[in-house]
């Protein structure tokens, strides 16, 4: 099923962060990751369970496409954003969880990521995966987006917290682990060629000394500057421990969403990494649990 009515052209940004990037040393590399963590993701896909995939609908929404779990015909639904270097199929505990409380599951797909066949991407490209899967549930699905909560792992936080800045009428957010911007990336994994981004350190030195450079790629992924605009409730889960997004980050992003009034609750773990361990699930699980 394609879903029509989106505006190709509504996330271009003009004159912004995509003009910028051509000539970003850190957005060019980052994007060169982005990419090959698209390939991973095809490469990381898990057989479903014979209870998810009995009641599981494969929606195609042009390049990207959604998984839709709803056996309880619930009006409550969670979209769901999955992290880079994953797909639809990784994150099955989380689903089932909700389906316990009734809730439909909305994942998104996104385009070159696990079945969908390979095509360049972009950060607004991502974005518009996203608008194309809330169409589907508010328009084809008859969800009212007060009934919707939105949950981003990583960098589906990002997209998450773009989203729920453009989307003002969202029941919750949750953001797990989020890609708050580029410049919260961990070192190490900014650094690490084989399993990171893979900047070259004297590029990484040059930037964090060189103010118009670290401007430019705190550009990217800027979900510290969008959360300003949300105004749904919000949640943060992170773990201090984690190599790829950083807790410094997701602290910043918490202390300006309870500046702006919308932070629930802000929950940091000492261990656990960048992955949806038992405890960010039980946490999730509470959240959702007292909506």
């Known amino acids: 099923m394609k879903i029509s009515g989106i505006n190709e052209n509504q996330y271009t940004y003009k004159g912004g962060a995509a003009d910028l990037?051509?000539?970003?040393?850190?957005?060019?590399?980052?994007?060169?990751?982005?990419?090959?963590?698209?390939?991973?993701?095809?490469?990381?896909?898990?057989?479903?369970?014979?209870?998810?995939?009995?009641?599981?609908?494969?929606?195609?929404?042009?390049?990207?496409?959604?998984?839709?779990?709803?056996?309880?015909?619930?009006?409550?639904?969670?979209?769901f954003l999955h992290g880079m270097g994953k797909n639809v199929s990784n994150y099955q505990k989380l689903y089932k969880s909700i389906l316990d409380l009734d809730a439909g599951v909305c994942?998104?797909?996104?385009?070159?990521?696990?079945?969908?066949?390979?095509?360049?991407?972009?950060?607004?490209?991502?974005?518009?995966?996203?608008?194309?899967?809330?169409?589907?549930?508010?328009?084809?699905?008859?969800?009212?987006?007060?009934?919707?909560?939105?949950?981003?792992?990583?960098?589906?936080?990002?997209?998450?917290?773009?989203?729920?800045?453009?989307?003002?009428?969202?029941?919750?957010?949750?953001?797990?682990?989020?890609?708050?911007?580029?410049?919260?990336?961990?070192k190490k994994f900014m650094l690490n060629k084989r399993l990171g981004v893979g900047v070259p350190e004297r590029v990484k030195q040059f930037t964090d000394k060189c103010k118009?450079?670290?401007?430019?790629?705190?550009?990217?992924?800027?979900?510290?500057?969008?959360?300003?605009?949300?105004?749904?409730p919000t949640y943060i889960i992170q773990s201090k421990n984690d190599s790829i997004t950083t807790y410094q980050g997701a602290r910043t992003m918490a202390k300006h969403a309870r500046r702006k009034g919308i932070l629930q609750k802000y929950v940091l773990f000492p261990q656990g990494g960048h992955d949806v361990d038992t405890n960010k699930l039980d946490a999730v699980m509470e959240i959702l649990n007292n909506l």
């Open 21 to 79: 990037n051509a000539v970003n040393p850190i957005a060019i590399y980052t994007s060169r990751f982005f990419k090959r963590m698209a390939t991973v993701s095809r490469a990381n896909l898990e057989t479903f369970s014979d209870e998810l995939s009995l009641n599981a609908k494969v929606i195609k929404t042009g390049k990207s496409s959604l998984l839709d779990i709803n056996p309880a015909n619930s009006k409550n639904y969670v979209l």
């Open 107 to 186: 994942a998104v797909e996104y385009r070159s990521y696990g079945l969908n066949k390979k095509s360049r991407l972009t950060e607004d490209r991502l974005k518009k995966d996203v608008d194309k899967a809330y169409q589907y549930l508010t328009e084809t699905r008859g969800i009212k987006p007060q009934n919707i909560t939105v949950i981003g792992h990583s960098m589906g936080g990002a997209l998450a917290a773009d989203f729920a800045s453009r989307h003002k009428d969202i029941k919750s957010l949750i953001l797990i682990s989020p890609l708050s911007n580029l410049l919260y990336i961990g």
């Open 212 to 232: 118009p450079l670290k401007w430019l790629y705190s550009l990217n992924f800027n979900s510290i500057k969008k959360i300003k605009n949300i105004e749904s």
